[in-house]
């Protein structure tokens, strides 16, 4: 039998993680860069929409991306992976909204589980196209950071997104063990047993006649 249970704790793991992948898609702290001059510190926040300048005083001041503030070559990678993210995760909770119809007018645990897993193996590929722009990016910024002089005015940092993108992986992941768990092992979900019926019918039938 089907746990409904398993299904509702999965479910909720994997739009919890489609909320922080979303979340770090539009927030722009991927990159936070710190620059001190005269005494003056400024940090530039960098994300895949757009860049904010944030002074000492605290004005800060945001500007999408456009062509005259384009996209750093350095995101323009991860944050087309981090869209696909976006969008696989997405389609995986539109394929589990299918078992809670399944559960409603036809009531077959088969389908139900079909459903489950197949959300559930999408979740998952979500949860690899998140962890590899966060990777991509700590790379990139790790590398600039020490390529930056020693003692200099200039400093990389990870933004906070990279952090949200961490724990979105970690949920999406949680939230495929258990959609793709909530079935009995012992059944097969995608195939009818038909020669093992078939069989049995027959042995029945000769044990009767004799």
Known sequence: MVSIRMQMVGCA????????????YVTPMWRVTTVTVNGTTQSVWEGTFMRCLRKGGGDRSCRS???????????EGPSSVALAAVITCSAGLVIFSFTGWCAKLVFKERTMARFSVLSGVVILI??????????WTVDLIVRDDHAAPVGGTRKVELGACLYIGFVAVVALAAGWRFLCTSWPVNQNVWFWPI???????RETESHQLR
């Open 126 to 135: 979500a949860a690899l196209l998140c962890f590899i722009p966060v990777c």
């Open 13 to 24: 793991l994997a739009v919890i993680g489609w909320i922080l992948v979303l979340a770090m």
């Open 195 to 201: 020669s093992l019926h078939r069989t049995e019918g």
């Open 65 to 75: 991306y456009d062509f005259l503030v384009p996209l750093s070559p350095d995101f």
